[in-house]
């Protein structure tokens, strides 16, 4: 245990960076089969990137989230599924800690666990003694074919009958899965919807979402962890910027590989690279990425600082996390668009890379935290001197 918790972030990069060549060789598996390939799963394990966020006392690393936005921008050089998949298993993985203790033991006490989850409430939870009586679906479940437990949001009641967000964690055997993943992109994510029938939850496994997002976890023994003293959506916003960066930079590479012998048709440009045009869209592009991975180490950077100091989020804080991620994932998807474009008709052959890159990373924009739009006008407000009008901030 004592070697597993003192891996360094630059050594889970250098494993992640390893990883590249398997996971481009899957990423054509895994778009047909809608589904990260087993052998990138196992390969996940063995360079303990499942133990990124879980407690030190369990094995785990607890690494920093700019450690994940470097570990998760690796991965996405090779396929932005797999990279996506593996941010979303560290958030829930992260929420675990926020349970009381015991129910730690009983999660982490499966090597290398993979939680997944959502934030949305489409589910029910009747009071039963000892605990609630769970119903519902919940879609884009990234992971979850390859998970072991998942987060659950549904609304129940407070104790004096209001409705109420809970959050509870189910084991994936309690849950039945609808394979309905057919998708434009991050088909490798294998985001399908699981249904709970009935399914009993004991209440220390469940929380009160309000307090979870104010910060009032469960957990004693985490209490004094850096990677703890941060609010809910703000380590959500850091933990997912990183699958931006990366496919931004894999669009970069796959153009240039492709770059050398190219021409553009019906000019006198024998190669494309002499084109004018080319330098200007090169440069856009490049200049894109950099903006887009100065708001998403900003907020890594944020959330790492406030865990190490105890310092309370503002709330513009709380809010520019957003408005970040929106930013991180606008000029990410400009400048793999430029790209795109600029990579001629033979591009949209399912054998070239660029073209899944393409669809990948519109995907990850209309995640509902991280559409540009929405994340813009809520720090908008705040910065006008109105209330946010979400309640996930």
């Known amino acids: 245990m004592d070697v597993t918790q003192t891996v360094p972030g630059t050594e889970l990069v250098r494993r992640a960076t390893e990883l590249v060549p398997l996971l481009q060789k899957h990423a054509s598996w895994s778009e047909e089969n809608r589904r990260m390939h087993d052998e990138v799963v196992e390969a996940m394990a063995d360079a303990g990137l499942f133990r990124m966020r879980i407690p030190k006392r369990y094995g785990g690393y607890e690494s920093d989230t700019r450690t994940l936005t470097d570990v998760t921008a690796q991965l996405a050089r090779g396929d932005g599924s797999v990279a996506w998949t593996a941010s979303v298993w560290c958030i ?11 129910v730690q033991d009983e999660v982490f006490g499966t090597p290398d666990v993979r939680v997944c989850g959502t934030l949305s409430p489409t589910g029910s939870a009747q009071p039963r003694p000892n605990g609630v009586l769970l119903n519902g679906q919940w879609g884009f479940i990234s992971g ?21 967000p809970l959050m509870m964690l189910v084991p994936m055997s309690d849950l039945e899965v609808v394979d309905d993943w057919h998708t434009s992109g991050m088909r490798g994510s294998g985001s399908v919807t699981t249904v709970a029938r009935d399914v009993f939850v004991p209440q220390e496994r469940v929380l009160p979402l309000p307090a979870v997002l104010q910060g009032q976890y469960a957990s004693k023994l ?12 703000g380590v959500a916003a850091a933990s997912s910027v990183g699958t931006v960066i990366g496919l931004a930079r894999a669009a970069r590479e796959a153009f240039f590989e492709r770059l050398p012998g190219r021409k553009i048709t019906y000019t006198d440009y024998a190669s494309q690279a002499e084109a004018p045009v ?7 592009a490049t200049l894109k990425a950099d903006q887009a991975e100065f708001h998403g180490y900003r907020v ?14 503002t709330l513009e804080e709380r809010v520019r996390s957003r408005a970040d991620v929106g930013a991180v994932c606008q000029l990410g998807r400009e400048a793999v668009d430029v790209l795109a474009l600029a990579s001629g008709g033979s591009s949209v052959y399912s054998s070239v890379p660029i073209q899944r890159i393409a669809r990948d990373v519109h995907t990850v924009n209309l995640h509902a935290l991280m559409t540009p739009q929405t994340n813009f006008e809520l720090y908008g407000r705040v910065l006008c001197g109105l209330e946010p009008n979400s309640f996930y901030i």
């Open 92 to 102: 829930p993985g992260w929420m675990v800690g926020m349970f009381p203790d015991e």
């Open 144 to 164: 979850a074919l390859h998970s072991h437990w998942q987060e659950i949001i549904a609304m129940g009641a407070a104790p004096d009958g209001t409705p109420m």
């Open 222 to 233: 985490n209490a004094e962890s850096p990677m703890y003293r941060a609010p809910l959506l």
């Open 278 to 284: 080319t330098h200007l869209q090169v440069a856009e």
């Open 300 to 313: 890594a950077d944020l959330t790492d600082s406030k865990g190490r100091s105890g310092e309370p989020w």
